[in-house]
């Protein structure tokens, strides 16, 4: 092996700062002219699909990533340069920080490009990147060389460089871990002393007056407004570590001019928030040990319930030290917490609370989930929903998988209803081997319905068909049994189950078509599906708003639908489909509450039912 360049089996590139619309097939135009190309991957976010900004790009060669490696470099690709490098299957070497130095105070003008032509002259450089935010550099960035030699011939030659007229830092990398470190043993051996509250007449010579009498002062200085005013905190600087210690120990707390001072370490802004950050997360976990499996959240509350009656439903099964009902301008958001004493009371809470109906409303009682928990599950669904898509055999989707893009496959969208049945049956052959499908998951049969075909005056009423076994019709049965075909050849109104499969039956009062010649007949067999209102085994899970709003546009008014559907056909059942399409119109919102109020679900279905009527009787009426 060639022990002066680096190794790269799989010949791998790491494309970054790319544009969100950059696309797969347009970094194949890009890169192809550098050589065979195995695979390109514009990596996504799981859920969302949106790109991250970076890519992985693998050669058949080496010697061709390689290449454009040199060649394309920061490339502009929509309005952006690109940044390359050799993709790093090993997460330990960019984490042991070898060969890896750090470059602050450098001019807003030096980019990636200017960066890395610069210290390329010191050895082979792995990454390089100058930090950046929405309005352009931070000054400072980032030089990966793939050995420690040429990193410290770099530091030797650059640091205290100019560059672009400005004096440029180079040195080591260091972790967080280590800058902490630092940060810590200079606070241990501190000198400087930060002062507030003080009054407003206090000045430089003031302050000094009051602090020279714990040590020698390096530096005094009050900070003041834009008109010259103090504006109430300063520093002192002192020689000795042990002065500074001592004007904190004696001035911190004490009352000066009728205001109580703060005397404390100084600390820079980073180390502060840092210090501020660890507060507020300890702060954070405290609290959430404390309301651990006690606190429950209670959704789908009458507008009239407030704090104390919340409290008293609750009340019977522990001690409350907590019942709070969310409100916004004074009015109730239908939703609160009720938090108990011990996880015991809480969980019985949950058993006997849980769809009990308190006012108008049954409640919906839980335990309270954090953000992130919630946003976790609701992710977790979706993998498993999206494993599953993935797992399903598709010749479109199997034929992606070996190409250059990879795609993730998309529910496909479906209706609840059919607006006109007639109009979503399809002209089959008839000799067709698989029986015509009605478009949505839930075939409605037409009771009291006609059809009549084209060129035919006989009209038939069809009826729902009973559940047989296939028949096998002849030639000699169609001749001498009128209307076992209807509509050129298709059976009437066929159901689509689960899986693909069907029932097939014979209909009961078949459209009548005509007979056959016996000379044209051939024998063949036609199947039947069944009209059968859907059987639901086992309810959906509850349909919540967060569920909702994970699911993609796409599927939301599928998921409200199969919800609507099963509660509008125990109340109409031959019109369920007709009215849940009517009701899907409406904005999700309001959907999602009439699945939790059976009240406010009737009095829509209610509507359509009258505006169906009224339809109906206006295409009925005679015409003047």
């Given amino acids: 092996m060639n022990s002066s360049g680096p190794t790269y089996p799989l010949a791998s590139l790491y494309v970054g700062d790319l544009h969100p619309d950059v696309t797969e097939a347009i970094l194949y135009q890009k890169f192809s002219p550098a050589g065979p190309i195995m695979s390109i991957r514009v990596c996504r976010d799981i859920i969302t699909r949106r790109s991250l900004g970076y890519a992985y790009i693998n050669f058949q060669q080496p010697a061709d990533a390689e290449c454009a490696l040199d060649t394309m470099n920061y490339d502009v690709i929509k309005g952006r340069p690109i940044r390359i490098m050799w993709s790093q299957r090993d997460p330990g070497l960019r984490k042991s920080g070898v060969g890896n130095i750090f470059i602050k105070n450098m001019d807003e003008s030096i980019d990636n490009k200017a960066l890395y032509d610069t210290f390329s002259a010191f050895g082979n450089i792995l990454s390089c990147k100058v930090v950046c935010d929405e309005r352009g550099s931070k000054g400072y960035g980032f030089v990966h ?3 420690q030699e040429a990193a410290n011939r770099a530091i030797e030659t650059m640091n205290g460089m100019l560059l672009n007229d400005r004096k440029v830092f180079v040195g080591h990398f260091k972790s967080r871990k280590e800058r902490e470190v630092e940060f810590g043993t200079k606070a241990i051996k501190f000198t400087n002393v930060y002062i507030k509250n003080f009054g407003e007449d206090y000045t430089d010579e003031k302050l000094t007056e009051v ?36 004007a904190v120990d004696e001035m911190n707390g004490k009352e000066i001019s009728g205001k109580i001072l703060y005397v404390g370490r100084a600390q820079k802004r980073q180390e502060r928030q840092g210090e501020l950050k660890r507060k507020s997360e300890q702060i954070k976990q405290d609290r959430i040990q404390r309301y651990q499996g006690v606190n429950l959240y209670v959704k789908n509350l009458d507008d009239n319930i407030d704090d104390e009656r919340l409290r008293k439903e609750f009340s019977p099964y522990g001690t409350i030290t907590s019942a709070k009902v969310m409100t916004d301008a004074g009015q109730s958001k239908g939703f609160g917490f009720v938090c108990f004493s011990s996880p015991e009371e809480a969980t019985k809470a949950v058993t006997e609370m849980n769809g009990r109906i308190v006012a108008t409303k049954p409640l919906y009682v839980a335990l309270a989930q954090r953000r992130e928990e919630r946003k976790a599950i609701l992710t977790n669904k979706y993998m498993q929903r999206l494993a599953t898509m993935r797992s399903m055999t ?47 998951p839930y075939s409605t049969p037409v009771v009291g319905g006609s059809l009549s075909r084209r060129g035919s005056t006989t009209i038939t009423t069809v009826r729902q068909a009973s559940t047989q076994a296939p028949r096998i019709i002849t030639a000699t049965q169609k001749t001498n049994n009128v209307g076992t075909q209807t509509l050129g050849g298709r059976p009437d109104m066929p159901a689509v189950l689960k899986g693909g499969q069907y029932k097939y039956s014979s209909v009961r009062n078949p459209l009548h078509v005509g007979t056959v010649p016996a000379h044209m007949a051939r024998p063949q067999v036609v199947p039947v599906p069944v009209m059968e209102p859907p059987v639901h085994i086992s309810g959906p899970e509850p349909l919540t708003a967060s569920i909702l709003a994970a699911a993609p546009l796409m599927d939301q008014k599928q998921l409200l639908g199969e919800r609507l559907y099963p509660l509008i056909h125990a109340l109409h059942p031959n019109l369920a489909g007709k009215i849940t399409g009517m009701l899907l119109e409406i ?13 406010s679900l009737n009095s829509k279905v209610d509507e359509a039912i009258a505006v169906l009527q009224a339809h109906k009787a206006k295409e009925f009426s005679p015409k003047k």
Avoid: C
């Avoid at 010259?228 to 210690?245: C, Y």
């Fill in 587 to 599: 904005d999700n919102s309001e959907l999602l509450h009439m699945l939790e109020s059976p009240e």
């Fill in 145 to 147: 060389f793939e050995t």
């Fill in 394 to 440: 598709s010749p479109i989707i199997d034929s992606y998988q070996s190409g250059y893009y990879m795609t993730v496959p998309q529910p496909p969208t479906r209706s609840y209803f059919n607006h006109n049945t007639v109009g979503n049956m399809r002209a089959v052959p008839r000799w067709t081997g698989q029986p015509p499908r009605l478009q949505g």
């Fill in 211 to 246: 602090f020279s009498a714990f040590g020698r002062t390096l530096s005094v200085r009050v900070m003041k407004d834009e008109k010259g005013h103090s504006r109430g905190f300063g520093f002192v600087n002192f020689a000795h570590h042990e002065d500074a210690q001592k």
